[in-house]
C-alpha cells in the first residue's frame, strides 16, 4: 500500500489508510505462530532433558530459561541495583548491574507481585506475553506497508531465524521489540505522543533504543514534505522518544554520582570505546580458529555469519528487486542504528568473541525481515529458510538450555 500525500495548508501527508479488520487478522495469525513457536520449544526442551535428565521440577525447568543475562534481570527485579560498584568494575555480579536499564527488571518485579512461580517465572510471562504482542503489531505494520502475504512470511521468517528463541527466554529482546515496532507503526498512523512514549519506553528497556528518535523525525519530516512551516506542535511527541534513557541517567547520577554509569560499569568486560568495523573484523577472524578455544572460535563464527547476513539484507533494503520503497526508509533507520552502535564498539578483550551477542542483536533490526519476506514469495526460498534456519535455531537453543552459549 502506497503513501497518499496530500497537500494540505498546515497538514501533514495522510498516513497509509488502516485496513479494516486487519486487526482482528493480527491477533489471529500472531497467537497461531506464537502457540506453534512454543510448541516447538517444547519439544527442543524435551531434547535438551535427554541430554541433561538431572533437572529436576518445574522450578528447574523454568530456571533453565533464565540464564546468563536473563540472571542479571532477575537480580535487578529481585533486589534493585547495588547502592555501591567495584570502583574498577573487576569483578561480575551485582557491580556490573547498572549496565542492565531497569524497564525489563520493572515489568518482572509488577509481574511477580500477581502471578506464583517467583521471579524467574514472571520474567518468562513478561518476556513471552510481549512476544506475542509484537508479532501481532509486526503482522499489522507490515500488512500496513506490503500486504498480508508479506505480514504472513515475515513473521515465519523472524520466528525460523536461528536466534528467535532469544524472544522467549529471560532476555529483554521481545520487549525490546514490541516497543519498537510500536512506535514505528504509530509514527507511521501519524499519532506522534504514542509513538514518542513507546520509544521512551523502549530507551528505558535499551540504550541503544534511544537512537529510533532519528527514525521518528525524519518520518515525521517526510510526512510533511521537509517543509518546516508544517511542523505541529505534536513533534514534541518525539521528544519523548530519549525519555526513559533519561530518567535513568538521573537515577544512576542521584545514586552513584555518575548519569553514564551504563556505559562506564561495560570495562568489566571490555566494551565502551568506539573501535573501527576492519579492526574489529580482523580480531573476530583471527578468532575463528577452533584449536585454541573451541567456543571462541564457534561464538565468532556464530556472531559473523549472522552479522553478515544482516549487513546484506540492509544493503538489500536499500538496492535490489526486493528493495523498500523510499517512504519507508525509516524502517531501515530505525533498524540499522542499534546494530550499528553495536559493530563499533565491541568487546576489547583478547580472548574472547569482540561481537559478542551480535547473533543475537540482529533481531531487533527489523527491516531485514521484511526483505526476507519479500524474497521469500519464492517457495523454494522458503523453504531454504525454514530447512536452515530451524534446525539451527533447534540446536542453538539446546545449547542455551545446557549453559554452553549465552548468544
Request: charged share 15%; proline share 6%.
Amino acid at each position: 500500500m502506497t503513501v497518499d500525500t496530500v497537500a494540505l495548508p498546515a497538514v501533514a501527508a495522510a498516513a497509509p489508510r488502516p485496513n479494516p479488520g486487519s486487526w482482528r487478522r493480527a491477533w489471529q495469525i500472531g497467537t497461531i505462530y506464537w502457540v506453534i513457536c512454543h510448541a516447538g520449544y517444547v519439544a527442543v526442551q524435551l531434547m535438551a532433558l535427554r541430554l541433561n535428565p538431572g533437572v529436576g521440577g518445574l522450578r528447574g525447568l523454568v530456571g533453565t530459561w533464565v540464564r546468563f543475562d536473563g540472571t542479571n534481570y532477575v537480580g535487578i527485579a529481585e533486589q534493585g541495583y547495588p547502592a555501591q560498584t567495584h570502583p574498577q568494575f573487576q569483578h561480575y555480579g551485582d557491580s556490573v548491574w547498572p549496565a542492565w536499564p531497569p524497564g525489563y527488571p520493572i515489568l518482572i518485579r509488577a509481574f511477580s507481585y500477581v502471578l506464583p512461580g517467583g521471579m524467574n517465572f514472571a520474567a518468562l510471562v513478561v518476556s513471552n506475553l510481549a512476544a506475542l504482542g509484537m508479532l501481532v503489531v509486526l503482522y499489522r505494520l507490515v500488512e500496513q506497508e506490503l500486504d498480508r502475504d508479506n505480514a504472513d512470511r515475515t513473521l515465519v521468517c523472524l520466528l525460523a531465524f536461528p536466534t528467535a528463541f532469544f524472544l522467549g527466554v529471560a532476555y529483554s529482546e521481545s520487549l525490546f521489540l514490541l516497543l519498537t515496532i510500536g512506535a514505528l507503526y504509530c509514527a507511521r498512523r501519524g499519532r506522534w505522543w504514542y509513538a514518542g512514549a513507546l520509544a521512551g519506553a523502549a530507551s528505558s528497556v535499551r540504550v541503544a533504543g534511544v537512537t529510533i528518535v532519528l527514525a521518528l523525525a525524519y518520518e515525521y519530516l517526510r510526512q510533511r514534505d521537509f517543509a518546516w512551516r508544517r511542523i505541529r506542535v505534536d513533534v514534541l511527541g518525539i521528544a519523548l522518544a530519549p525519555v526513559g534513557l533519561f530518567a535513568y541517567m538521573a537515577f544512576l547520577w542521584r545514586r552513584y554520582d555518575d548519569p553514564l554509569m551504563f556505559s562506564h560499569v561495560q570495562i568489566a568486560w571490555g566494551r565502551g570505546s568506539v573501535v573501527m568495523p576492519w579492526t574489529t573484523l580482523g580480531r573476530e577472524l583471527r578468532g575463528l580458529h577452533l584449536f585454541g578455544d573451541p567456543d571462541v572460535g564457534v561464538t565468532n563464527l556464530i556472531d559473523l555469519v549472522a552479522l553478515a547476513v544482516a549487513l546484506a539484507l540492509l544493503v538489500l533494503c536499500l538496492v535490489g528487486p526486493c528493495r523498500l520503497r523510499r517512504d519507508q526508509l525509516f524502517l531501515v533507520i530505525a533498524g540499522a542504528l542499534p546494530l550499528f552502535i553495536s559493530i563499533l564498539q565491541p568487546i576489547s578483550d583478547p580472548n574472547g568473541p569482540p561481537w559478542q551477542s551480535m547473533a543475537r542483536y540482529v533481531l531487533s533490526c527489523t527491516p531485514i525481515f521484511l526483505v526476507l519476506a519479500k524474497m521469500a514469495a519464492n517457495r523454494y526460498f522458503e523453504r531454504f529458510v525454514l530447512f536452515v534456519g530451524l534446525p539451527l535455531q533447534a540446536g542453538l537453543l539446546i545449547l542455551y538450555l545446557q549453559l554452553s552459549w549465552a548468544g
